[in-house]
């Protein structure tokens, strides 16, 4: 039965093409998936980039390994499809806070306070939701803050889905929270509370 | 995977680790929790964490739109359907090899039987009727053979056929 089945087990239905296996993997992962595509600043053509995501699963489902965990492998897709499409935005119109940097002729997604004085832009960045909060992040520290923070992926998760050492997801969730605590400082708000991982 | 990844990773501070793990409300190791408490910059930590917390769970909630996963399985109907024959053809195959394996051995054992029974045969029959009734044998096991094999692919496709079936129900 799908809905008793593992991911593992589904992506192996999916290899043999049974559609109600992509269905319920899609049940499953939908939602997250769409969450990360947005925060990861593809607002716009967030449902076009989740087709290509799924589309892709259902592609290379043969070629998926069935030691490795679903999760990690389809948030690896997304992760690469959200870098391409930052790629291929760089050179387009801004239209919003995720190529910020790009307008300024910096990395894709570079903070919009790099450079300057935090006190001088603190009013600037008076009405920062969390979208723009993420928007002014380099595109590789968001990728990271996203995947630990809002998806509870684990360090060595991680490390697989962005293809780099365990060391380097460390230092760029350092560098991550760092930059956004002094963004928080510089225009504090208040109250607080955790967050469940947005995870099946 | 380079080499620069490896560059760019700065000396990290305990200051760092209590920062991280307060975000991410995961527990702090002894060292951590020892220099937590006498650090005067991690002092504000706990409250720095949960405003910043805050700040990023402030977000409307994205929801996938109504008819997308229909959308997606309309255009992922082809793959699906190539999948499926890709999966039948490779199983076919499979199937087909491991039945076809045993062959030679089967019939290097029918050869030697054959000519075992020829030489029996020959020391107390004629050599014709010894030849004639060994060849006879063979004729009849190269019929088994080849019946038993020619319906293997049938059985096989038949099998694979009930298989997708039981799939995609």
New interface residues.
Partial sequence: MPGEASDEDLMHLVAGGNEAALRELMARYATPLRRFVVRHGVERDADDLCQEAWLRVARSAARFDRARRFSTWLFQITVNLCRDWHRRRHDEPIGDGAEWGASRGGEVGASPLEGRDVGATAATEAGLDARRLLAALPEAQRSVLLLRYYHGFSEAEAAEILGCPRGTVKSRLHQAVARLLSLERADPQPGGRRREPDRP | ??PR??D???A?SLC??V??AL???EPLDDTAATHAQSCTVCAGAD?????????????PE????AG??D???R???P?????????TARQLVRTLVAAFLPLPVIVLVDVYLLRGAYQLLSDVLPTSLSLYLVLNAAAMLGALLSLTYGAVPILAERQLRAR?RE??V
């Fill in positions: 995977m380079s990844d490896d760019e990773r700065p990290m760092d680790e920062r991280v975000l991410l409300g409250a720095a964490a949960r405003a910043l917390s805050a700040r990023l769970t402030a977000e994205e929801t996938v739109p997308f996963s959308r997606v399985l255009a992922a109907a793959l699906l359907e190539r999948n499926r024959r890709r999966a997708r799939l995609h």
